[in-house]
């Protein structure tokens, strides 16, 4: 009898695990409609690369706030920008759903204010997105915008995560600044480096691609995603634990990186999630906001091998 019912059990927490997992896991909506037919299953992709770990918001954040939460709504669309090579894609929040620290029933840690993208556009150079796809790396690119559409780079300066220190940027979230420490060896690391060259764009919203934990390119041809740079075709893009974790700054629940003793939400049978939906009361900034489209914090994200070489190569010499 007890056995049974202890398989009983255990049966029903694997169905309500296994709809949970894909119901839940489904923090975004990527509309593909602006993009060519043939290149939208990268977007979906990179959709569900993202959420195969990002699983939910932080429970943190109170009730009041989490019930202003929906999933994110990000557009991507293939237009002109500048022609082959240079820039081949940007994205960034269009509307932001934001509140400070005196948000009722808070506690936080960091005593800043917090800003959550609520929906997102990602723009593809109609230009390059073809050889992109011939060459293997769309879907990093995409990977690469869909981040900053989430809120990587784009929504550092507005959550507290970085200083700028005798002019240096610096990046200083707690869940990635611990990965970076443990992945680089460098466990003395106060800050994770950031990309300071390339301008408006590029500087501020990556990681640094001189650090050598992130730029493998001369020993192992591989880089890591969320540099400013891409040599298409000719480079492997890892993504490290301090990216994941970064996205756990951004106040997701990341797999493996702040879920622990995160009990998943029930699902309802349409698998809405409990706090989807309501009125965005705490939506301050919609459009032309903190990061708009195509927003400083992230055009010229990615650049192409030219421009790529010669930033690298400029800034050897220094
Ligand atoms: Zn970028």
Partial sequence: MQSKLLTAVLLACLAV?????????????????????????????AEAFWESRVIAYNPILPASVRAQLTKLQITAVSTAIDGVGGILGSAGPTSVIQFGSTAPG?????????????????????????????????????????????????????????????????????????KYRTESGNR????????QAGG?????????????????????GSSELMIGSIDPGNETKFTSETTWAAMADLWYVVRGINDVGYREPRVSPGGRRKWTGGPPQFLTSTGGGPAGVPEPGSIGLLLALGACGTLVRSRRKS
């Fill in 200 to 220: 408006g764009g590029t500087a501020g919203s990556h990681w640094d691609d001189d650090d050598p934990f992130f730029n493998r390119r001369t020993r192992s």
């Fill in 106 to 178: 808070f506690k936080q840690t960091r005593g800043t204010p917090i800003a959550i993208a609520r929906t997102s556009q990602m723009n593809f150079d109609i230009a390059d997105i073809e050889d992109l796809a011939a060459n293997g790396s769309l879907l990093d690119v995409i990977k690469h915008e869909m981040a900053h559409a989430m809120g990587f780079g784009s929504l550092w300066q507005q959550n507290g995560l970085l200083s700028t220190i005798n002019g240096q940027l610096q990046y200083t979230g707690v869940n990635a600044l611990a």
């Fill in 17 to 45: 695990f296994g709809q949970s997992k894909s119901a839940w896991a489904d923090i975004m909506n990527v509309n593909v409609d602006g993009v060519d037919p043939r290149y939208r299953s990268a977007f979906l992709q």
């Fill in 188 to 195: 003395a690391a106060r800050w994770v480096p950031v990309e």
